[in-house]
């Protein structure tokens, strides 16, 4: 059985300016990098490195990109299978221009990722958990096609995990919000906490979430840990102590550890400890999903930390 996550599939190309210009100008790019990226692809990526079955839902151009966006999730063992190719539409880009000192300015396309068909009704059939990458319900056919596999895999009761976004919790609150009670789990940042809660600090927001039928929810604080809500429990679970490269993709690398986790019946403090290590091990590392760990490495990681009991959830034979 598998993890089939839903969501946007993405090349990610860096590039660093000897200088930011302006408008009409010109200027030269002494580096530049293609990667794969995307929150779904992302998560699926860091679940087939940890050694669980992730299948990858989501839609492609036929252009060249394509391929890059699904690089590190094929090298990962990821099932393909679902994957769409659109005739017309590009394939979903997002591009960083990085000034000299450091600040990224983004320029991104969502591309084919919007036109997501309705999926085959044999996709939840192999199943044993629904992750949805929240950019999935903002727009398009691609709003629709998640919409209604969310709807049918509750009707199967398949438990359904939803990673907040801004844009589509500003665009769809009051769905987001009667959707809440349906989920297995709900990821979140400080800052979509904050949207989805104003004026309340996070373990307060957390704690309305739950009260109001939410079964768990996953807070990530970055580099000060994450913040855990269920009826009956509340706890902080720290940070890893590292040297933060890039932060880009830590928040799908903690998805990915948590579910891997919590799908072994791993209790929430091991759930989240693990979900942190993989976060913060990432943001060792440059890049997106390239920089995602392979299970060595974090192994490695973990019993470095002092970590071994939770080391032992990454045993293949507990799978």
Known sequence: MTILVVGD??????????????????????????GSGGSAANVAAALGRLGAPACLFARVGTDPAATVALRAV???????????????????????????GGDRTFFSFRGANVALAPAPA????????????AHALLEGQQRATTRALIDAALARDLPVSLDLCLPTLRAWRAEVEALLPNLALLFANELELAELCPGLAPDAAADRLVRGGLPLAAIKLGARGCLLAAPGTHQ????FDVAALDTNGCGDAFVAGFLHAHLRGASLDRCATLANALGALTATRYGAAEALPERGALLAFLRGCGADIVAELLDPAGA
Request: proline content about 6%; some cysteine.
């Open 9 to 34: 599939a993405n090349t990610d190309l860096s590039a660093a300016l000897v200088r930011f210009p302006a408008e009409g100008d010109d200027t030269q790019i002494s580096a530049l990098e293609w």
């Open 74 to 100: 094929r090298d990962a063992g990821v099932d393909l299978g679902a994957i769409q190719t659109d005739p017309t539409i590009a394939t979903g880009l997002c591009y960083a221009a990085v000034s000299p």
């Open 122 to 133: 044999a996709l939840l059939g192999q199943a044993r958990w629904l992750h949805v990458a």
């Open 236 to 239: 902080r679970v720290p940070a």
